[in-house]
């Protein structure tokens, strides 16, 4: 029987285009897992916490910064990479009844000053200037690193702001303001000068969403807790303190990153949804149109999370020891002494050790005092006839 390729010809041609599709479904598979790793750009992340308020009675804007402090250290980004501004000192304050503590919950359930809280800018440090030139980094040389900003156009930057504010700007210490167009511009800044990859900025304050109205730069993504004409309300009143702890869309937020840990595929459109006017009272509203990356896309560990870049070698690293590193710093014929402490303990002795009793010693005026007692009993007892006995 003789065998004829039209009989085949279809059923090959429709094998190679079924091939062919899943192919294609394969590639486009691989793609979006590729698109899904390298979601973001960035290789680092910072964060710029301010507080710009001073006196007791804004005592919840210290509580705001400090638990947004407290979330992102707890994601993962070192203290080395956080900018902390606090314009007072509410946990050595006078009228805190329990000092060296503040809390962010009624009945002071949490504590969010802690143990290791390092603020960089505090008082009188925090100031427009002082802001504007961690931005854009234009400080003096002097200026410890902890102070300084130091993030490239790999790095990822959270920018967290709260105090009071009004149309377009946000007070300062309670003696000056930044507005709106001095925002943007310093954001435009650092665009040019290559000190981010995207930027995440929110603002807690009155008419916050007009503070963002003036961005221009590109691959920023903002938030704020009330349109413009709107007040942010404060929450949880404490009879304790004799204050309000926090802001209502501060503490709404913080209850929704206390959800997230450094795995979460939470999107930023979740953000978005933290605080209803339900809860708010106010209107929170956000601004994506500079932001090229779809919302739904960018993961909130992108900004709140910590990502450390890792490099991968195939090459045989030699470590060399410190007496190497020694012998290498002095000539051969040197002979380097031991070094040694004198009266030195071992360090599980001086953990352990008991404090040192101190001696007593009688106060002063207390001898006198009893020689003076001990002569006025003997002259009720037998007058100053009796004196020669004494002397």
Same mark, same amino acid.
């Given at each position: 029987?003789?065998f004829s390729?039209? /009989?085949?010809?279809p &059923?090959a041609?429709?094998?190679l285009?079924?091939?062919d599709?899943?192919?294609?479904?394969s590639a486009?598979?691989?793609?979006? !897992? /590729?698109?899904?790793f390298?979601r973001s750009?960035?290789?680092?992340?910072?964060?710029?916490?301010?507080?710009?308020?001073?006196?007791w009675?804004?005592?919840? $804007?210290?509580?705001n910064t400090?638990?947004m402090?407290?979330?992102?250290k707890?994601l993962?980004?070192?203290?080395?990479h956080?900018?902390l501004?606090? /314009?007072d000192?509410?946990?050595?304050?006078?009228?805190?009844?329990k000092?060296?503590?503040? %809390?962010s919950h009624?009945?002071m359930?949490?504590?969010? =000053?802690g143990?290791?809280?390092?603020?960089? =800018?505090?008082?009188?440090?925090v100031?427009?200037?002082n %802001?504007l030139?961690?931005l854009t980094?234009?400080?003096?040389?002097?200026?410890? #690193?902890?102070?300084?900003l130091l993030?490239?156009? #790999?790095?990822?930057?959270l920018?967290?702001m709260t105090?009071h504010?009004?149309? &377009? %700007?946000?007070? @300062?210490?309670?003696?000056?303001e930044?507005?709106?167009v001095?925002?943007?511009?310093?954001?435009?800044?650092?665009?040019?000068?290559?000190?981010y990859n995207?930027?995440?900025f929110i603002?807690?304050?009155?008419?916050? /969403?007009s503070?963002?109205?003036?961005? =221009?730069?590109p691959?920023?993504?903002?938030l704020?807790?009330?349109?413009?004409g709107?007040?942010?309300?404060s $929450?949880?009143p404490?009879?304790g303190i004799g204050?309000?702890l926090?802001?209502r869309?501060? %503490?709404y937020l913080?209850? @929704?990153?206390e959800?997230?840990?450094p795995?979460?595929?939470?999107?930023?459109n979740?953000?978005?949804?933290?605080?209803p006017?339900?809860l708010?009272?106010?209107t929170?509203?956000?601004?994506t149109?500079?932001?090229?990356?779809?919302?739904s896309t960018?993961?909130?560990?992108? @900004?709140?999370g910590s990502v450390?870049?890792?490099?991968l070698?195939?090459?045989t690293?030699?470590?060399?020891?410190?007496?190497a590193?020694?012998?290498?710093r002095y000539?051969p014929?040197?002979?380097?002494?031991?070094?040694?402490?004198?009266n030195?303990l071992?360090?599980?002795e001086i953990?352990?050790? !008991?404090p040192?009793?101190?001696e007593?010693h009688p106060p002063?005026g207390f001898i006198?005092?009893?020689?003076t007692?001990?002569l006025?009993?003997?002259?009720?007892?037998?007058g100053?006839?009796?004196m !020669? $006995?004494v002397f």
């Open positions: 029987m003789a390729c039209s /009989a085949w010809l &059923g041609v429709l094998l285009a079924v091939i599709v899943r192919l294609m479904i486009q598979h691989l793609e979006k !897992k /590729a698109e899904q390298f750009g960035h290789t680092n992340n910072w964060a710029v916490l301010v507080c710009t308020s001073r006196f009675f804004n005592y919840r $804007h210290v509580a400090l638990s402090y407290r979330s992102v707890r993962g980004i070192p203290d080395s956080i900018v501004m606090l /314009a000192d509410m946990a050595c304050n006078s009228r805190n009844p000092p060296a503590t503040v %809390f009624k009945n359930e949490l504590n969010v =000053y143990d290791d809280v390092e603020v960089d =800018y505090r008082g009188y440090e100031t427009v200037e %802001f030139r961690v980094g234009r400080i003096p040389p002097s200026t410890p #690193r902890l102070k300084r993030s490239d156009d #790999r790095s990822n930057i920018i967290y105090g504010g009004g149309n &377009g %700007f946000l007070k @300062f210490q309670d003696s000056e930044i507005t709106n001095e925002l943007a511009d310093a954001f435009e800044q650092m665009w040019q000068k290559r000190r995207e930027l995440l603002i807690d304050t009155c008419q916050g /969403a503070m963002y109205k003036q961005f =221009y730069s691959n920023i993504m903002a704020a807790s009330s349109q413009v709107e007040d942010s309300l $929450h949880q404490d009879l204050v309000h926090m802001d869309y501060t %503490f913080l209850e @929704f990153l959800e997230i840990n795995a979460s595929q939470n999107s930023m979740d953000l978005f949804q933290v605080c006017k339900s708010c009272v106010s929170p509203g956000h601004r149109d500079l932001f090229q990356r779809d919302p960018v993961l909130i560990t992108d @900004f709140f450390r870049k890792v490099e070698t195939e090459n690293v030699s470590l060399k020891t410190h007496l590193q020694t012998e290498k000539p014929d040197v002979v380097l002494e031991p070094v040694t402490y004198a030195q071992p360090v599980s953990i352990h050790q !008991k040192k009793q101190k007593w002063g006198l005092g009893l020689w007692l001990i006025m009993i003997f002259f009720k007892t037998y100053l006839k009796h !020669k $006995h």
